[in-house]
């Protein structure tokens, strides 16, 4: 078994079992989160090994040459990048289909997780890594689309009464944005002003997987703090 | 049927004809490009309406919320975003599938086609655009992986012995890079150096839906200059 603290720069290659599934990760990215929670929610057994994101193995790297987290392997199976990883994994395990097989609604899920990305993630990481409140009016009006989405679709997730792909792609980032609501009461997501999104979070956390994967918000606060300070710790909550 | 001349801010919205296919291009944007290759390839009848991207009409901002092209519009169904475009153009029509049906083959795809616009694509708009001749080693070592990729897979195209969907999705930049590297000595895409990227350039410059959509060095040029002087050129071409 891999050790659950990041491995760094200079680390040797944690061997590889035939047929055994491993992701990549790193304790606190929202972009691995969305892998792990959908191995977890298709009830896909794997094993973790965490990367140390500021001095990143020389085998990563070569393995998975972006760089990013997740990246999954399987015997000589490589996938990198989290919406191919997910999307790879929803293809080829087992399980529940977490994608619709309807191609229009296909494009409109992938749709709005673009323009989540761009109009709220982008601003999320503007305020929280940046310190540039001014981004404040455009995290807002991009959780906006949030609202004014789940109002249309009239179901309890974003994929209907089970939740879907398109749910997993939007969760980790909002559940960081959620959290930082708590600390920053002009980012609170309302509930007099975002009903329906206030009502997905509170139906999206209550899901297993989901829960496995929470980061506390304790937690997110002490990376938070630690970031401001240049600091990033990698190996939060592991047992050391 | 639409002019061709760019819409811009103020103009009424081309009346829609039902059941008719409708593209929202830019006469030189690569992303555009993408789109009218696949529909050409395919042979899906379509018109087009441009879009001034400095000025655009109120109306595309709201059919199309990121504000880019492509953009396609059939009765209440409305795409965007490049690849959700092409995408859902080969789900939903038939002829030649452009996408393959093994997942990792498909991911591979997509694998690429991710580095390809990290590592060559934002490096040649830092280029053409940003005026950072810097940058230049950063996109040939871009091309490199390009130029890998082709050669372990050993094949005519990127797909296979015809053009896939992988390989309209990487032409349309690379159509402009090598023109760049025409008149930038330096930035030249040399058959000694990149044997196997030349020949591809050569084998899908051939595709006539390829063929059709190829903006001309000449104004290829004229469009960089006029950019230089903070000018765009979007009705380059037209019959006025």
């Known amino acids: 078994m891999p050790s659950e603290i990041a491995y760094r720069k200079g680390s040797d290659f944690p061997a590889l079992e035939a047929g055994k599934l491993r992701v990549y990760s790193m304790r606190h990215c929202p972009y691995?989160?969305?892998?792990?929670?959908?191995?977890?929610?298709?009830?896909?057994?794997?094993?973790?090994?965490?990367?140390?994101?500021?001095?990143?193995?020389?085998?990563?790297?070569?393995?998975?040459?972006l760089g990013t987290v997740?990246?999954?392997?399987?015997?000589?199976?490589?996938v990198y990048d989290s919406p191919i990883v997910c999307q790879y994994l929803d293809e080829?395990?087992?399980?529940?289909k977490l994608t619709p097989n309807d191609p229009y609604q296909k494009a409109k899920d992938a749709m709005l997780v673009e323009r989540?990305?761009?109009?709220?993630?982008?601003?999320?990481y503007r305020m929280a890594l940046k310190q540039e409140p001014e981004a404040l009016g455009e995290l807002l009006s991009g959780l906006n689309v949030l609202e004014d989405e789940l109002k249309s679709r009239g179901k309890?997730?974003?994929?209907?009464?089970?939740?879907m792909?398109?749910?997993?792609?939007?969760?980790?980032?909002?559940?960081?944005?959620?959290?930082?609501?708590?600390?920053?009461?002009?980012?609170?997501?309302?509930?007099?002003?975002?009903?329906?999104?206030?009502?997905?979070?509170?139906?999206?956390?209550?899901?297993?997987?989901?829960?496995?994967?929470r980061c506390s918000e304790e937690d997110f606060i002490k990376i938070v703090v630690a970031r401001k300070e240049g600091k990033e710790i990698f190996d939060i909550g592991v047992e050391q």
């Not at 997740?70 to 490589?78: L, N």
């Open 32 to 65: 691995a989160q969305r892998a792990r929670i959908v191995m977890l929610h298709k009830n896909i057994e794997f094993e973790t090994v965490n990367i140390n994101l500021k001095e990143k193995p020389e085998w990563f790297l070569e393995l998975a040459p």
């Open 156 to 163: 309890t997730f974003f994929g209907g009464e089970k939740p």
């Open 165 to 213: 792909m398109v749910d997993f792609m939007i969760w980790p980032h909002m559940e960081r944005i959620a959290d930082m609501g708590k600390v920053n009461d002009k980012a609170a997501i309302r509930k007099d002003q975002f009903p329906n999104l206030v009502a997905w979070i509170d139906n999206i956390t209550a899901v297993p997987a989901v829960k496995v994967t």
């Open 70 to 78: 997740p990246a999954i392997q399987k015997d000589d199976i490589i």
């Open 92 to 96: 080829t395990y087992p399980g529940e």
């Open 116 to 124: 989540y990305s761009k109009k709220v993630v982008t601003p999320f």
